[in-house]
């Protein structure tokens, strides 16, 4: 079987979801995964689609681009969305889940499938490997393979740096100063636990922040960041109030009707919420400093940690230049690439460009033409951007509503111009998907 399957390198979100989709069109897979013989700096397991930020997969509704972009997985046949409404814990408007369920139900469902071989080994080298290859390997890729592709393509490849949120133990909380609400919501007591500040809390725990010890990097990495993950001590040390009017904003969570100078949030990492996360607080903080300036938090003297935050360096490669719209290589084009190696940046976008690539990679064995999404959806829209050969400063994207096109009539409201671009997107995808028998 092994000779004529796709070859697809990496488990993760990406690989995953392209491995399913082949596998259930009939088309053989050899699905490569180095963990856990060979792991990253942030992995803890061998499973499938581990995720190792967040455990959230950001905002459910059609007002939001993640939201979108979850329709239209759906109506594809997306295994990750299969699994994170298997998985799934309480988190107000977003979509969170339990990891390990998540990660357990998706290697579960590749393991099993007739048409999937697993090989738990690292591909250190694309030139031997023949026939029809995806590298989904995701922005840990290893040393050895990130040379072997600078080598194939002649690029030296970008980065950036990416951060995790510290985890605690909720029966390690004061409750008694903490407060149960999500943002906005009036309803009930709401799927985050909220922790409030005073000015002189907040400022306090600011001082400590921006003056505490950070883990330095390499001496050959300079630091660049990306925005929507950015470690919260770089975010604070734009001013005193940035943190007010980012993640610690505390507009829509009054308590009797008193707004808090800053709120933090805690999300559950499990349905019972006996883990929480930090919502925003991405850090590259050295772990004894961690503890220490997080401690000061009301409720949190005691506080223990099950995870501390980390910083890691994410690799993609400059896609505008090297893919073309199907996302194979355009020098090279039985090797395609999937994921956040190409610069989506995202759980979800991620899942979804492996989508998008399987669809491809099917039509190839199938001896079909590729198919380019229409740009009025969200999926066509974030692949047309990572491949757009014009695009010269390339930075990581994720979904939203300012990739797609504008509509023929003018909408005044914010909310509904965003939900007719999504009605637009989804009726656009069901017709085409018909038409074109994804």
Sequence with gaps: MTENSIKIIGAGLAGSEAAWYLANRGVPVVLYEMRPKVQTPVHRTGDFAELVCSNSLGGEGLATGAGLLKEEMVLLGS?????????????????????????????????????????????????????????????????????????????????????????????????????????????????????????????????????????????????????????IEELARRGLDTLRFGPLRPVGLE?????????????????????????????????????????????????????????????????????????????????????????????????????YAGINLARIVQGKESITLPEETMLGSLTAYITDPSRQDFQPMNANFGLLPELPEKIKSKKERKLAKARRSLKVLEHFAKTVNI
């Design 79 to 231: 295994l990750v969305m299969e699994a994170a409404y298997f998985a799934r814990v309480p988190a107000g408007r977003a979509l969170a889940v339990n990891r390990e369920e998540f990660a357990g139900y998706i290697t579960q469902k590749l393991t099993g499938h007739p048409l999937i071989t697993v090989r738990r080994e690292e591909v250190e080298d694309l030139s031997g490997l023949e026939g029809l290859v995806l590298v989904a390997s995701g922005p840990l890729t290893s040393d050895s393979l990130s040379e072997s592709i600078k080598k194939l393509t002649g690029d030296e490849g970008l980065y950036f740096f990416d951060a995790a949120a510290p985890i605690v133990e909720r029966e390690s909380l004061n409750e008694s100063v903490l407060y149960w609400k999500s943002r906005y919501d009036e309803r009930g007591t709401g799927d985050y636990l909220n922790v409030p500040l005073n000015k002189e809390e907040y400022e306090r725990f600011w001082h400590e922040l921006v003056n505490a010890e950070v883990v330095p990097l390499a001496e050959h990495d300079k630091l660049i960041l990306f925005e929507g993950c950015m470690p």
């Design 255 to 355: 308590k009797n009707g008193e707004r808090p100078w800053a709120v933090l949030q805690l999300r559950k990492e499990d349905a019972e919420g006996r883990l929480l996360n930090l919502v925003g607080c991405q850090t590259r903080l050295k772990w004894g400093e961690q503890k220490r300036v997080f401690r000061t938090l009301p409720g949190f003297a005691e506080a223990e940690f099950v995870r501390y935050g980390v910083m890691h360096r994410n690799t993609y490669i400059n896609s505008p230049k090297l893919l073309d719209r199907n996302l194979s290589l355009k020098e090279h084009p039985q090797i395609f690439f999937a994921g956040q190696i190409t610069g989506v940046e995202g759980y979800l976008e991620s899942a979804a460009c492996g989508l």
